[in-house]
């Protein structure tokens, strides 16, 4: 291990976290209202990022395209990303900021990881109220537990399905903008998503918090992992996740916040 730069990776790692965790929670939003487990959120991240570039920007010749305001582009992006998640649901049926160390070591973070880890915590703490305080989201737990109960109780399910994936192609499009800014648009953004699923199973498939945690803990151990001397153990960082995955796993099978489900026969 090189000590020298784990301070760095400690604090790279945790912001890392935020950009995984944020994915997490569209993942986590659409499987706890619907047990549906999204793999496309890499795809509609991915989508976000271009459809607000394109919105706001010119192309290779410099020509205009749509060419919107910044804030307009991504308000525009994140309604079309809402409204083709609904639609999904439906026909499927490079500044940088010092901190000192307690070691005297200077640490250099970007505004923007920053900017993320912000967003990805005030995200959990709005979805958690979503869920606990308004009518939609009380709909959507109470369907997600037991969708015939749910109809007899006047909820309409697919209304609510409809609603979960529009929530999560919005939040797919923050993250891609988010990740965008820091490593640029390109097709390999949905690839990110393979990071982001550990992180969900690890925090507890139903649990918004557990998201959050599961995106810092897999940030912290993959640049920790990236820290080490030895060549084999740093390049080995894109499987770590999962290595931790399976630790955790083989000590607590539901997740770090995950539900037990006790059945009765």
């Known amino acids: 291990m090189n000590w020298v730069l784990v301070p760095q990776a400690i604090v790279t790692g945790i912001l890392n976290g935020g950009v995984i965790a944020l994915i997490a929670l569209g993942v986590v939003l659409i499987y706890k209202s619907s047990e549906i487990f999204n793999f496309s959120q890499g795809h509609l991240l991915m989508l976000g990022a271009y459809l607000t570039w394109w919105f706001a920007g010119a192309n290779e010749t410099g020509d205009e395209l749509v060419n919107l305001p910044l804030g307009f582009a991504v308000l525009a992006a994140l309604l079309t990303m809402a409204l083709l998640g609904f639609l999904i649901e439906r026909f499927t049926e ?9 070691f ?6 970007q505004k923007t990881l920053v900017a993320v880890f912000v967003v990805a915590m005030l995200g959990a703490i709005i979805f958690a109220l979503f869920f606990k ?10 369907a997600a537990e037991d969708h015939e109960l749910a109809r007899s109780a006047g909820i309409t399910v697919h209304r609510v399905f409809g609603l979960s994936w529009a929530i999560a192609g ?42 959050i945690v599961g995106g810092i803990a897999i940030g912290l151990t993959q640049e920790l992992v990236e820290t080490s001397k030895l060549i084999t153990v740093r390049n080995s960082s894109e499987i770590a996740p999962y290595v931790l995955l399976l630790i955790v796993l083989w000590i607590r099978p539901e997740g770090l916040f995950g539900q037990k489900r006790i059945e009765r026969i």
Not at 94 to 101: A, D, R
Not at 133 to 142: F, I, K, P, Q
Not at 173 to 178: E, P, S
Not at 179 to 206: H, R
């Open 104 to 109: 005297n070591e200077t640490i250099f973070v």
């Open 94 to 102: 490079s500044i940088k900021i010092p901190f000192k160390w307690a």
């Open 133 to 142: 305080l308004t009518r939609a989201g009380l709909s959507m737990r109470a």
């Open 170 to 211: 919005m939040i797919a499009t923050a993250g891609g903008i988010l990740l965008a800014m820091l490593t640029g648009a390109s097709l390999t953004l949905s690839t990110v998503v393979l990071v982001a699923f550990p992180a969900i199973l690890l925090g507890g498939l139903e649990s918004l918090p557990g998201a």
